[in-house]
């Protein structure tokens, strides 16, 4: 079974700093996607960023960008000029290609943004 | 508004009592995902359908755990006879499967707490 680590349980940022998450994951499978989904108090999850397995050029989504280590099975959130806004709970997310398709998360990094 | 919406967004109850929650997906995503999210954690799968047939279920999904999707539309996922370990935020999530990503839309949730 595929699992998720987020090591960070909490991060803090000066805002307009830089601030960079981090996930690792275990899987034997070499076909999947990964996921930085946001968790803001009290509203629904929403979709960061993507990053398909198969590619090897990092996503970006602007101030976001993930580096994806496969290798490694490291993928992590570079949040760049950070906003007020940005102050939300981070989970990683995995995703096969086959099957259900169903997401396994991480536990979660809360980041706080100090103004 | 047309994105995933879930009702009620609090319910709370005894220990022993019976519970509905209802997901209305977004209209044309054929996928809808139940998960389970506890304080300070990551959502946990709970089942999937996919039109109106519930294809996976977790060992989390108790008996006493019932999930339908009539027609293929809104979904139910009932809790009965409560216990104080089923208080937990209940997420819904639509998504269109195709061969391709697929991004999972979530509602903002049914927090349920078990007195």
């Known amino acids: 079974a595929q699992t998720v680590t987020q090591s960070q349980p909490e991060m803090s940022v000066q805002e307009a700093e830089t601030v960079t998450l981090s996930c690792t994951y275990d899987?034997?499978?070499?076909?999947?996607?990964l996921f930085w989904y946001k968790q803001p108090p009290s509203r629904q999850m929403i979709l960061v960023i993507r990053?398909?397995?198969?590619?090897?050029q990092n996503a970006t989504e602007n101030r976001f960008s993930v580096n994806f280590q496969k290798a490694a099975k490291s993928f992590s959130l570079k949040i760049s000029d950070s906003q007020l806004g940005d102050a939300a709970m981070y989970f990683c997310?995995?995703?096969?290609?086959?099957?259900?398709?169903?997401?396994?998360f991480g536990q979660g990094t809360r980041l706080t943004i100090n103004p | 508004d047309t994105g995933v919406s879930q009702d009620p967004r609090h319910k709370i109850t005894k220990r022993g009592q019976n519970v509905t929650f209802r997901c209305d997906p977004i209209s044309e995503h054929n996928r809808l995902y139940w998960y389970r999210q506890t304080l300070g954690q990551g959502p946990e799968f709970l089942t999937y359908f996919q039109n109106e047939a519930q294809l996976e279920k977790s060992r989390l999904l108790s008996d006493r755990f019932s999930a339908e999707r009539p027609k293929g539309s809104f979904s139910t996922l009932e809790i009965q006879r409560t216990e104080q370990g089923d208080s937990a935020m209940y997420l819904c999530a639509s998504s269109f499967w195709t061969l391709n990503t697929g991004e999972l839309f979530f509602g903002e949730g049914s927090r349920l707490t078990v007195l």
């Open positions: 997310a995995y995703r096969s290609a086959q099957g259900a398709q169903k997401l396994v």
């Open positions: 990053q398909e397995a198969y590619k090897q």
């Open positions: 899987t034997s499978e070499s076909d999947y996607y």
